[in-house]
């Protein structure tokens, strides 16, 4: 992953740069009545972190929560309305944290859910998040459109794999169809 970020926004303790990531996609069947049908669920999702490299380090960058240092790494995925009154309408956000880590204290340790700075935390960073969807609200597009371009580029590669198998089956063939050219000869 590159270090560059797509979008940066100054916050009272700090920083938080954003990079639009390809969505997710989920498909599943949906019923109703009787008739069961094909859904597909499609969530955009963009990367937050404090850390200008992207490795969720406070000494490259933090915000501060009552005069503490603290990094936010992060993957974050825009719910639908509907996903958002399910889930009681709070957020219309979710989290998939990332490997280095969603909240990270100064010493690099994961804030606990219980603690006192998680939720001021977890404000923060939506806060940029709602800011960034009402500002840029073209970001759901460039996530699905990656999404997209993946599965085509993916596809595309199967399908010139199958041909250069297919054109390496007829060119076996072809030495078979001349030996058999040979016996009739």
């Given at each position: 992953m590159s270090n560059e970020?797509?979008?940066?926004?100054?916050?009272?303790?700090?920083?938080?740069?954003?990079?639009?990531?390809?969505?997710?996609?989920?498909?599943?069947?949906?019923?109703?009545?009787?008739?069961?049908?094909?859904?597909?669920?499609?969530?955009?999702?963009?990367?937050?972190?404090?850390?200008?490299?992207?490795?969720?380090?406070?000494?490259?960058?933090?915000?501060?929560?009552?005069?503490?240092?603290?990094?936010?790494?992060?993957?974050?995925?825009?719910?639908?309305?509907?996903?958002?009154?399910?889930?009681?309408?709070?957020?219309?956000?979710?989290?998939?944290?990332?490997?280095?880590?969603?909240?990270?204290?100064?010493?690099?340790?994961?804030?606990?859910?219980?603690?006192?700075?998680?939720?001021?935390?977890?404000?923060?960073?939506?806060?940029?998040?709602?800011?960034?969807?009402?500002?840029?609200?073209?970001?759901?597009?460039?996530?699905?459109?990656?999404?997209?371009?993946?599965?085509?580029?993916?596809?595309?590669?199967?399908?010139?794999?199958?041909?250069?198998?297919?054109?390496?089956?007829?060119?076996?063939?072809?030495?078979?169809?001349?030996?058999?050219?040979?016996?009739?000869?």
């Open positions: 970020h797509d979008f940066e926004y100054e916050i009272a303790g700090g920083k938080i740069y954003l990079r639009v990531l390809m969505a997710t996609r989920r498909t599943f069947q949906r019923w109703d009545g009787d008739a069961s049908f094909p859904a597909e669920e499609i969530k955009p999702r963009v990367l937050a972190s404090t850390d200008p490299e992207w490795k969720g380090s406070v000494d490259l960058g933090f915000v501060k929560v009552r005069g503490r240092m603290y990094a936010i790494e992060q993957i974050s995925m825009r719910l639908g309305e509907a996903e958002t009154r399910r889930r009681g309408g709070a957020s219309h956000w979710t989290h998939e944290t990332t490997y280095v880590g969603g909240y990270l204290n100064d010493r690099g340790s994961k804030v606990s859910y219980q603690a006192k700075a998680w939720s001021s935390l977890e404000a923060i960073e939506r806060e940029v998040l709602d800011r960034f969807h009402d500002e840029r609200p073209e970001w759901v597009k460039d996530s699905t459109r990656k999404l997209f371009e993946y599965e085509r580029n993916h596809l595309t590669g199967k399908a010139k794999t199958k041909r250069e198998e297919a054109d390496e089956h007829d060119a076996a063939a072809a030495k078979w169809q001349a030996r058999i050219d040979e016996l009739d000869a």
